[in-house]
């Protein structure tokens, strides 16, 4: 079964540091992965995707994320935080039955100190 | 282009009852599927409709049913409504087939709070 793992509810930064968020995931086939972003009582806005192209993905607002097979993880980084992006990030990989649903993570909360 | 869009943005129901929530999808995509967000977690899959059939479920009980309809749109009914049901109800629409990697696009949600 393919599964996606959030490592860390929370995570709080200064506004203009860097943002590492960890996903790791388990797939017993070469993963489609996903980042989607989630403000405050709104739905899911896509960040980025990877698809086995280039391992290293760019996505919107600044961030991006890199494929590592070995380690089997998708983390997601911006170089400096802003305080806008202070929201829920999820990780999710698309399943392998005709469906491709998403399997998302718990979610990590992401905080900006000014 | 039109976004997804779903209706009604909240709703209170008392457990027993039955609720039937809206999603439109997004224009030229085919396909909808329907995720539960408990607070505090990441959404789970309930079921996808292609074609106006169901494409798929997740581990939800039969109470969760839906439909899709020939311009694509489609309900979410949920039947015999408990506690747990209390929860962010995303629909997201994707154009099947056109080779995209599938990717969703998802509504704003609605809120059930079931009392």
């Known amino acids: 079964a393919q599964s996606v793992t959030q490592l860390g509810s929370h995570v709080s930064v200064s506004e203009g540091a860097l943002v590492l968020l960890r996903c790791n995931y388990s797939s017993s086939v070469p993963p489609y992965l996903f980042w989607y972003v989630q403000y405050p009582n709104q739905g899911l806005q896509l960040l980025l995707k990877y698809t086995s192209a280039a391992t290293l993905v760019k996505g919107i607002n600044g961030f991006e994320a890199e494929f590592k097979k070995s380690e089997t993880s998708f983390h997601l980084t911006k170089p400096s935080a802003h305080m806008s992006d202070a929201a829920e990030y999820f990780c999710a990989v698309r399943g392998m039955d005709s469906s491709y649903k998403l399997i998302f993570g718990s979610g990590t909360r992401l905080l900006v100190r000014p | 282009e039109t976004g997804v869009t779903q209706s009604p943005t909240h709703l209170i129901k008392t457990r027993g009852q039955q609720v039937t929530l809206r999603c439109s999808s997004q224009s030229g995509h085919n396909t909808v599927s329907w995720y539960q967000q408990a607070l505090g977690q990441g959404p789970q899959f309930i079921f996808q409709y292609y074609r106006e059939e169901e494409n798929g479920r997740g581990n939800f009980p039969p109470r969760f049913s839906g439909l899709q309809f020939p311009n694509y749109s489609s309900e979410l009914n949920v039947n015999a409504l408990e506690l747990d049901d209390s929860a962010l109800y995303l629909c997201?629409?994707?154009?099947?087939?056109?080779?995209?990697?599938?990717?969703?696009?998802f509504g704003p949600g609605t809120r059930l709070t079931v009392t």
């Open positions: 997201a629409s994707s154009p099947r087939g056109r080779g995209d990697g599938y990717e969703q696009y």
